[in-house]
């Protein structure tokens, strides 16, 4: 996925947790394991947005050292 697509699913991700969390405390959601796994989602596409931004970093200071 490119970054934008990225970002576009990280913000799904955090809406589909702020409802199951609005779900869990109104009583109304029968598989807690759904905010866990919405977590760690969330979670791995920091990870590779981050991994992304330290290459881009890395690159363009290469072409500067020379």
């Known amino acids: 996925m490119k970054n ?3 970002q576009n699913e990280l913000d799904n991700q955090e809406r589909a947790l702020m409802n ?3 779900r ?3 009583m ?4 807690f394991s ?3 796994k919405t977590r760690k989602a969330i979670a791995r596409i920091h ?3 981050r991994e992304r931004e330290i290459v881009a ?3 363009s200071s290469e072409g500067q050292v020379e």
């Open 4 to 6: 934008d697509e990225l």
């Open 28 to 31: 109304q959601l029968s598989d």
């Open 24 to 26: 869990s405390a109104t």
């Open 47 to 49: 990870t590779v947005l």
């Open 57 to 59: 970093e890395l690159d």
């Open 34 to 36: 759904e905010i866990r």
């Open 20 to 22: 199951l969390k609005f």
